[in-house]
Each structure stands twice: as structure tokens, then as C-alpha cells.
């Protein structure tokens, strides 16, 4: 053991001084070899970082609305109940209490709506529940009544037809609303029993709040970000007016790229920009004067932080290798390549660390002893006896190919079988027995012809205290079968 910490202490060390090498080097090149690729890395970086945070919103919010769906199309039975106006009206304001709540505890959520479908109710059943421009507090607000606007209105009834002929959930496009006087974001959802339809329920987010998330983005010196649609369209660009080519827009909304790079010119300066289409259906651009991103060298400590990173894994990663092949070294048994007993009291502590951590763990041991070893190596000699105890692990893994099998003592194996029934490890030891069993009268005409007896014992929870409870019964089955061996070959004395 001294000199396996040796060798680990060494290794480490070694480890360490290579590491610090290189990332010395690959840090002196990278900051004096400044390339494209590396400023992209950085551009991605950024680009990442905010769409993420921006889609951890859009996704609160889709998350949301599949779940409230989900539990009012569980409270409705039928679409014919909405027929019946006194359910009707305790359905809507169970289901509006919920959404109530959703508003009051989120503060991004403006207001949230149920709209039922108006062939199967009146044209204003449902809910509006909303905040507005003056007040933080949520009220119900005014119902639209569907009844007096065709379903090309966009403007007016857009969200609850757009859903509905599209047939899925959907991010509508921003839009004023008059009843709260916010500039809102929805994500709504088409609710169907069937084949029928039942409304649409939806979230709005404020507009303004995720306006002003893009407009804190900065990057450089002047770098910033812009959100335009799936047309081209700047959907906000804050105090600034970009002027994108069409060619460069054409680039920004290729939805067969993630993240997709191009520059464009305007006003005799070439600008870089990174885009990435968001949850909903949006396109965040984060646009950079070239020449700010060349003369930012500080930045390049961002890439020299990942290449550290970089490389320390790939050194802790061959550590761990060496580590496990030397500590693997002290769990093998060398004559057979079988697991040893230091392998098997870990795996026994193991096994005893499941019986008291997960409930209804199930588990088989199977106990294996080499027949007439002694009388080999007493007979023909201890080389021909080791040829039999390897034979016998070879039987032994034959037949059980998919399991670790430890040799615990000079004759003796034990196998594990967890997470399978009893049915299929009692079948495969039947087998095994069999197999066994047509080698007896011939044992003695071949000395290496292993034949190994095997016990079997599944844990019993009720009875058995711990694992080793479970290996005595299994030891006790082994003893049984191994009598049918010596009845079989009677003219070997017992445990010679």
C-alpha cells in the first residue's frame, strides 16, 4: 500500500506540473495570437448566457399554462357541462381564483385569461384577469364578447382565433391592449375534451419588462442587442437605429443554424452581430462594432479560463484512470481475473447500505465450491489444481456472463444478482446444477474437468437481518447440492 500512495503522490505531482505548463503556454499564445475564432467563442458566450435567461422566462410561462390547462380540462368532464349555467358559472370562478393567484405571485405576469368557445356558451363566458399601467394589483377586467368581431380581427380577437386555427399553443406577437393599456406578450393555448374544442387559456407577459432586459444588454464598449421578428422586422432596438442589409437579416433568421454569426456596414463601419431564435418565435441580435471587438484583448481571459478549464478536466481525467487502475489492481484475483474478497466485503457493504436505503430492494446470492479440489492437488498436484479452480471460474462466468463473480476463499465463488426476480436467478442456478450434474461420473476420468456445486438464497426482508443471513441460507443450498456430487462419485472421500 506504501507504494501504491507512492506512486499516487507521484502521479498527482507530475499531474500538476503539466497542467500549469500548459496552461502557461496555451495563455501567453492566446494572448498574443488574437483570432476570429476566439472572438466568436466570446460572442457565443454572451449570446448564450442572454437567451437562456430570456427563455427561462418564456418557458415559466409555457409551463404555466400546460399545467393550469391540464387542470381545468381534468375538473371539466364533458363540454356539454358548460352548457349548464350554474356549473358554468362556479367553474369559471373556481378556475379563475387559480389563475388570480398565478398573477398575484409572479410579478413578470400581467393578466391571464379563460375564454370558453361561443358555440358551446355565451359569447363573454370566461375571464380576464389582469394588472394595469396604474395599478400592480390584479382585477377581473371587462370581457370581449367574440360575438361582435370577425375571426380575422387581429387586432381585437386575435388571440383567442390565431390558437384556435392554428390548432397548438402559440407566442402572439406584441400587442396593445386596450382593456389594460399594457404592451403585452401572450402565450395561449387551444383546450380540447375530443375532438372538441372548449376556449383558450392564456399568460401575458409585459412586453416593456423584456424590452428592458434587451436593452441592459451591453458587451464591449458599445455593443448591444435588438429583438426583431420572423420577418426582419426590429421589434425593439432602444435608442439605437440599426440599419441591416436584407442579406445579413436573410443570415439572422435561418432557423437551420442555432446560433448563427454575420456582419453588415453601416456609416463606413463594420459591425459583427450573433443572433439565436428564442422561445417565442423571436430573434435576440446582439450587434458589435468589429474594431471594439479586436482592441478588447482583456477579453481573451474568458477563452483562457475555459481553455484551464479545458485542460485541468483532461488532467484530472487521466488521474482518475490511473488511480483506478492501480486501486482495480487490489480488487482482482490474480489466478482467475475474478473480483477478490477485498472487492467482495465492498460489495457486501454495499449491498447492506440498499437494505437500509431503498425500499423494496431485492437481491439473490449465489454460492458456488470447487467438487474434489483437495483431492486434485493431493492426487495430481497444486499446477493441476489451479488449472481447476480456472476452469471452474471459466463454468462459472460461462453461464453467468453478465455479473461480477468474486472468489472469496482457495474453492469458494459468490455471485449477486439484484433487481431481478427470483424466478429467473432460481431457473439460471437449476440450470447451472444441470450442467454440472452430467460431469459427475466422468469427474474422474479428466482432472481439469471442473464441476462446481451451487447454492442459492433470495433476501428476505421479514427474515433476514442482513446480507449475511442471506449467505448463510445460500451456503447452506451449496452444502445440499454438493452431497449430490459425492453420492455420485463415492470414491472420493469427503472434503479431501
Same mark, same amino acid.
Do not use: W
Given at each position: 500500500m506504501k507504494r501504491t500512495k507512492n506512486?499516487?503522490?507521484?502521479?498527482?505531482?507530475?499531474?500538476? &506540473? &503539466?497542467?500549469?505548463?500548459?496552461?502557461? &503556454?496555451?495563455?501567453?499564445?492566446?494572448?498574443?495570437?488574437?483570432?476570429?475564432?476566439?472572438?466568436?467563442?466570446i460572442l457565443l458566450h454572451y449570446c448564450k448566457e442572454n437567451t437562456q435567461t430570456m427563455?427561462?422566462?418564456? =418557458?415559466?410561462v409555457e409551463t404555466l399554462v400546460n399545467t393550469l390547462s391540464d387542470y381545468y380540462l381534468e375538473e371539466l368532464e364533458t363540454p356539454d357541462a358548460l352548457k349548464d349555467e350554474k356549473?358554468?358559472?362556479?367553474?369559471t370562478e373556481e378556475s379563475g381564483k387559480l389563475a388570480y393567484s398565478i398573477i398575484q405571485n409572479n410579478e413578470s405576469i400581467v393578466a391571464s385569461y379563460l375564454r370558453f368557445n361561443p358555440a358551446i356558451t355565451n359569447p363573454t363566458a370566461g375571464f380576464f384577469i389582469s394588472r394595469d399601467a396604474k395599478s400592480s394589483t390584479p382585477v377581473y377586467k371587462e370581457i370581449t364578447d367574440l360575438s361582435k368581431y370577425d375571426s380575422s380581427d387581429i387586432q381585437n380577437v386575435g388571440w383567442y382565433h390565431i390558437p384556435v386555427q392554428k390548432g397548438e399553443a402559440v407566442w402572439l406577437e406584441p400587442y /396593445?391592449?386596450?382593456?389594460?393599456?399594457?404592451?403585452?406578450?401572450?402565450? &395561449?393555448?387551444?383546450?380540447?375534451?375530443?375532438?372538441?374544442?372548449?376556449?383558450?387559456?392564456?399568460? /401575458?407577459?409585459?412586453?416593456?419588462?423584456?424590452?428592458?432586459?434587451?436593452?441592459?444588454?451591453?458587451?464591449?464598449? =458599445?455593443?448591444y442587442a435588438i429583438l426583431i421578428d420572423n420577418n426582419g422586422k426590429v421589434l425593439h432596438s432602444g435608442n439605437h437605429n440599426p440599419v441591416i442589409p436584407t442579406d445579413a437579416v436573410n443570415m439572422i433568421i435561418d432557423e437551420n443554424e442555432d446560433y448563427v454569426y454575420s456582419s453588415?456596414?453601416?456609416?463606413?463601419?463594420?459591425?459583427?452581430?450573433?443572433?439565436?431564435?428564442? %422561445?417565442?418565435?423571436e430573434y435576440l441580435v446582439l450587434i458589435v462594432p468589429e474594431r471594439e471587438i479586436y482592441n478588447t484583448r482583456n477579453q481573451m481571459i474568458f477563452t483562457i479560463i475555459l481553455i484551464a478549464i479545458a485542460v485541468s478536466t483532461m488532467v484530472?481525467?487521466?488521474?482518475?484512470?490511473?488511480?483506478? %487502475?492501480?486501486?482495480?489492481?487490489?480488487?482482482?484475483?490474480?489466478?482467475?481475473g475474478a473480483k477478490n474478497r477485498n472487492a467482495y466485503l465492498e460489495k457486501i457493504d454495499n449491498i447492506e447500505n440498499s437494505i437500509h436505503s431503498k425500499n423494496n430492494f431485492s437481491f439473490a446470492i449465489l454460492v458456488f465450491d470447487i467438487n474434489g479440489l483437495k483431492f486434485v492437488n493431493d492426487t495430481i498436484?497444486?499446477?493441476?489444481? /489451479?488449472?481447476?479452480?480456472?476452469?471452474?471460474?471459466?463454468?462459472?462466468?460461462?453461464?453467468?456472463?453478465?455479473?461480477?463473480?468474486? %472468489?472469496?476463499?482457495? /474453492?469458494?465463488?459468490?455471485?449477486?444478482?439484484?433487481? %431481478?426476480?427470483?424466478?429467473?436467478?432460481?431457473?439460471?442456478?437449476?440450470?447451472?446444477?444441470?450442467t454440472m450434474a452430467q460431469k459427475y461420473h466422468n469427474y474422474c476420468k479428466n482432472s481439469n474437468e471442473a464441476t462446481v456445486s451451487c447454492g442459492y438464497a433470495l433476501y428476505n426482508s421479514e427474515t433476514d437481518a442482513s446480507c449475511e443471513d442471506t449467505f448463510k441460507r445460500a451456503d447452506r443450498d451449496m452444502y445440499a447440492d454438493k452431497e449430490r456430487f459425492y453420492e455420485a462419485n463415492p470414491q472420493l472421500k469427503r472434503r479431501l
Open positions: 506512486n499516487l503522490i507521484t502521479i498527482i505531482i507530475l499531474g500538476i &506540473v &503539466v497542467a500549469s505548463f500548459m496552461i502557461g &503556454v496555451i495563455a501567453v499564445t492566446s494572448f498574443r495570437n488574437v483570432t476570429d475564432e476566439n472572438n466568436q467563442e427563455n427561462k422566462r418564456f =418557458s415559466e356549473f358554468l358559472l362556479s367553474y /396593445d391592449n386596450p382593456n389594460n393599456g399594457i404592451y403585452m406578450i401572450s402565450y &395561449v393555448k387551444p383546450l380540447y375534451i375530443g375532438d372538441t374544442l372548449i376556449g383558450v387559456f392564456g399568460i /401575458d407577459l409585459d412586453y416593456d419588462t423584456i424590452c428592458n432586459e434587451v436593452g441592459s444588454i451591453s458587451l464591449y464598449e =458599445s455593443g453588415y456596414t453601416q456609416s463606413q463601419q463594420i459591425y459583427t452581430t450573433i443572433s439565436h431564435k428564442l %422561445r417565442n418565435g484530472i481525467l487521466i488521474l482518475t484512470g490511473m488511480i483506478n %487502475r492501480v486501486m482495480n489492481a487490489t480488487r482482482i484475483d490474480k489466478l482467475t498436484g497444486h499446477t493441476e489444481g /489451479d488449472k481447476l479452480i480456472i476452469n471452474s471460474y471459466k463454468a462459472i462466468k460461462s453461464k453467468f456472463p453478465g455479473v461480477d463473480v468474486f %472468489r472469496i476463499g482457495g /474453492d469458494e465463488f459468490v455471485i449477486f444478482i439484484e433487481k %431481478r426476480t427470483a424466478a429467473i436467478a432460481e431457473k439460471l442456478v437449476t440450470e447451472f446444477r444441470d
